[in-house]
């Protein structure tokens, strides 16, 4: 287990994903967190599907591995003093609560950064903290929608579609993330911590920003692709005589490999091939030639054909596929809890080859009790 952020601290009042998303990253690098949750039911990601380790959802455990649990009422004077006392000693709290919540109960960034100096405040929202929506609640396939994210998912004709991966709730945590290891950085030098703010809004206009800097900067939005790109042909995925493959000629090298493999050594002079940006204008033509050449053998043909001739090339698996293959299983993504009889997948990243992964199941919602607050690990 990575242990870079042991001896770190960290207060999680964490709701179903983007949140608990961020105070589970950094339980992967060693910090110790401690999830504070409500009387009465807790996180509501507990319920977030049908009872799959003793009451809790699967996505609870995903979201929540290699964390203690706190029952704290901070509706009540008790609940908030067992509060303050944790802060004394802890270096990180992050929430994604529903804005103007933190206020009413005195726990917001200006009076805890006042109160306690070396905290580490990180918050989420679904809108942002300025502009006329930072009070309003707000869920995945909201933002996307109201992003403009899910407008330019799909192909031309497809409607509206939602990315089928939470990319704003866990991006926002990803960015939460990073700011607090900066400050973590910054509090080294100067004794001091600070706010990190992070929303679901703005990771989904960060990650349309293709998209959008083309409407501002050249007045159009790039087409939409189900597979394709803007920008490079070909770039898609293809039919083949079984089940259809991917191809990616990022340059014009690479497509004249992809032209030498096919016999087709006379599209590389072709003033309609020539260059990407000759292929681009003449896209349709093109991929309508080539779909042609792929239906004509079955998948692995191309995929040994093309990859030994150094073309970009990859199966379009289904997720089964994609866990049973090698190059996945030698990653070793797959982390089996050492509590529990089941396995996470882990986190994306490894420092000094070793993974960033959680050792623990998510902790079992414990009852409050007389004094309004408990703990497990």
């Known amino acids: 287990m990575l242990k870079i952020l ?26 110790e967190v401690t999830k504070v949750e409500r009387p009465g039911g807790g996180d509501d990601g507990r319920r977030m599907g049908p009872p799959f380790h003793g009451e809790d959802s699967l996505v609870f455990q995903v979201f929540n591995a ?4 706190v029952t704290l009422d901070l509706k009540d004077a008790a609940g908030r003093q067992a509060l303050e006392d944790m802060l004394a000693d802890t270096d990180v709290l992050l929430h994604n609560l529903r804005p103007g919540v933190t206020a009413q109960m005195g726990i917001d960034a200006e009076s805890l950064c006042a109160r306690h100096p070396h905290l580490i405040y990180g918050e989420i929202t679904a809108f942002g903290h300025l502009g006329p929506m930072a009070d309003q609640p707000g869920y995945e396939p909201l933002i996307q929608a109201f992003s403009g994210l899910a407008s330019t ?18 991006g926002a945590g990803m960015w939460l993330t990073i700011g607090i290891l900066a400050l973590l950085s910054q509090r080294e030098r100067t004794g001091r911590g600070g706010v990190v703010n992070a929303s679901l809004l703005e ?19 790039p087409e939409r692709h189900r597979s394709g790109h803007p920008g490079m042909v070909p770039y898609e995925s293809f039919e083949t005589a079984d089940t259809p493959i991917l191809v990616c000629c990022g340059n014009d090298r690479l497509f004249a490999k992809l032209c030498q493999e096919l016999g087709k050594e006379e599209w590389m002079t072709d003033e309609r091939y020539r260059t990407n940006r000759d292929r681009l204008a003449n896209k349709a033509s093109l991929i309508g030639e080539l779909s042609r050449i792929f239906q004509q053998q079955p998948r692995a043909v191309w995929l040994d054909r093309l990859s030994s001739a150094g ?9 089964a596929e994609a866990l049973a293959h090698p190059q996945v299983q030698a990653l070793d993504m797959l982390t089996p809890m050492q509590d529990a009889d089941f396995s996470l997948t882990a986190l994306p990243f490894s420092i000094n080859h070793v993974r960033a992964r959680w050792q623990t199941a998510a902790p079992a919602r414990q009852p409050a009790d007389t004094e309004g607050h408990s703990a497990a690990p």
């Open 153 to 170: 998912n799909g192909g031309p004709e497809d409607p509206p579609m939602r990315s089928a991966a939470s990319v704003c709730d866990q």
């Open 311 to 319: 073309v970009p090339v990859a199966p379009v698996h289904s997720v």
């Open 66 to 69: 290699g964390k203690r649990t």
């Open 203 to 221: 990771t989904a206009l960060s990650w349309n920003a293709q998209k959008s800097d083309a409407l501002r900067e050249e007045g159009r939005l």
């Open 6 to 31: 042991e001896g770190i601290r960290v207060l999680e009042l964490g709701q179903v994903l983007a949140g608990p998303f961020a105070g589970s990253i950094l339980a992967a690098l060693g910090a």
